[in-house]
Nanobody
Framework: QVQLVESGGGLVQPGGSLRVSCAAS????????MNWVRQAPGKGLEWVSS????????YYADSVKGRFTISRDNAKNTLYLQMNGLKPEDTALYYC???????????????WGQGTQVTVSS
């Protein structure tokens, strides 16, 4: 069955860096666009970033552009989000999510991980 398992979250000071990962299994990872979505305390879901199947094309929300980098390693079936210059407003539960149709971008997702908590605070 499809599984997405995030890891790497934690507590970091403002201005710091963190890399979160998403290990995928149960499907052909390289066939799917992948995404990071976050949910801050008391707020709705916010799309953060997307990446195409081979990693050559990436997309970012304006709020993270220039600070975050999405990448993937298809040999390891793993999605990454490198976060630099973190701000308190980046505090959220970070989810990876899969697009539902092979080789196609999306704005709705069919599988989600359980999330990894990122807290930015001094």
């Amino acid at each position: 069955q499809v599984q997405l398992v995030e890891s790497g979250g934690g507590l970091v000071q403002p201005g710091g860096s963190l890399r979160v990962s998403c290990a995928a299994s149960g499907f052909t990872f390289s066939n799917y666009y992948m995404n990071w979505v976050r949910q801050a305390p008391g707020k709705g879901l916010e799309w953060v970033s997307s990446i195409n199947t081979f990693g050559g094309t990436t997309y970012y929300a304006d709020s993270v552009k220039g600070r975050f980098t999405i990448s993937r390693d298809n040999a390891k079936n793993t999605l990454y989000l490198q976060m630099n210059g973190l701000k308190p407003e980046d505090t959220a539960l970070y989810y990876c999510a899969r697009c539902p149709v092979v080789l196609t971008s999306c704005d709705e997702y069919d599988y989600w991980g359980q999330g990894t908590q990122v807290t930015v605070s001094s």
